[in-house]
């Protein structure tokens, strides 16, 4: 006969496993990005379709999941869109750091953004676009960017190890996305060392054709960079002089906004 604490233990094993099974369904089902069948998110998913038409019908009963009638179609509702707010207003460096997007925006008049890590990938969780400037930069908060191809995630490998390099490597490789993008490791390590000398990052048209970004670090007390702000505008209208400009004033904000984090101002004893 099993102990109390053993039956415990397996109960307690059970629940995290179906834990691990809803999530993994929500997951799974904002890659399929299409309202879809029991058995074709079954199978994407790689569970019974019984298993599956049990959580399907608690995430309908929650509001978290839709079937069209017509269909019989699953789909995610904009409920997740609630909780996704809610988790951008409660992040911790929200309210104290975007304030400086919106000044840095507001003296360039271009697209500014405030990006963390999760992950080994990059979220953007606050953009603000210049007066009159459209760029993509608008669809951006919540997306999901690389680390090797941006200004931002540039800057965040500052924070890696050689074996964190590698793992990241392991887990996404270094995919092309331009011309310009770095797809080597030692080439990446190279442009590592000269970002930490330099104090800012580029994205030379390396993430999108055409676009280029200038990345600053925000970092806390230990020197950690635990966020970076960037300015995006297209190349015709960033040019050698105008970069410079960009560079100096986002290193300030880049002092102001770490000091914010804990980080002591260069040169303070």
């Given at each position: 006969?099993?102990?109390?604490?053993?039956?415990?233990?397996?109960?307690?094993?059970k629940k995290n496993q179906s834990l691990r099974k809803a999530i993994?369904?929500?997951?799974?089902?904002?890659?399929?990005?299409?309202?879809?069948?029991?058995?074709?998110i079954a199978q994407s998913l790689d569970m019974p379709q019984s298993t599956l038409l049990r959580f399907l019908n608690t995430y309908i009963d929650f509001g978290y999941v839709g079937q069209d009638p017509n269909t019989s179609c699953y789909y995610l509702t904009?409920?997740?869109?609630?909780?996704?707010?809610?988790?951008?207003?409660?992040?911790?460096f929200q309210n104290s750091l975007e304030k400086y997007i919106k000044q840095v925006s507001g003296h360039f008049h271009e697209s500014a953004s405030l990006c963390v890590e999760h992950n080994m990938q990059m979220v953007y969780i606050a953009t603000e676009e210049g007066p009159g400037r459209m760029l993509r930069t608008l669809q951006r908060i919540g997306h999901i960017a690389?680390?090797?191809?941006?200004?931002?995630?540039?800057?965040?490998?500052?924070?890696?190890s050689e074996e964190q390099l590698l793992e990241m490597e392991r887990k996404y490789g270094l995919p092309k996305y331009t011309e310009h993008t770095i797809t080597s490791l030692d080439a990446l390590k190279r442009e590592i060392t000269l970002i930490r000398q330099q104090g800012y990052a580029m994205d030379d048209e390396e993430c999108e054709d055409g676009v280029r970004c200038i990345a600053v670090p925000i970092q806390d007390y230990s020197g950690l960079v635990v966020a970076a702000i960037s300015l995006?505008?297209?190349?015709?209208?960033?040019?050698?002089?105008?970069?410079?400009e960009i560079i100096r004033y986002l290193k300030e904000i880049s002092?102001?906004?770490?000091?914010e984090m804990g980080r002591e101002p260069p040169g303070k004893c």
């Open positions: 006969m099993r102990t109390k604490a053993a039956k415990q233990t397996s109960e307690g094993i993994q369904i929500l997951e799974g089902m904002t890659k399929i990005n299409t309202p879809a069948r029991l058995q074709d904009l409920k997740l869109m609630e909780l996704g707010v809610r988790a951008k207003e409660n992040f911790p690389p680390m090797h191809a941006t200004g931002v995630g540039k800057l965040h490998l500052l924070n890696y995006s505008a297209p190349v015709t209208r960033l040019d050698k002089d105008k970069i410079n002092i102001g906004a770490s000091k």
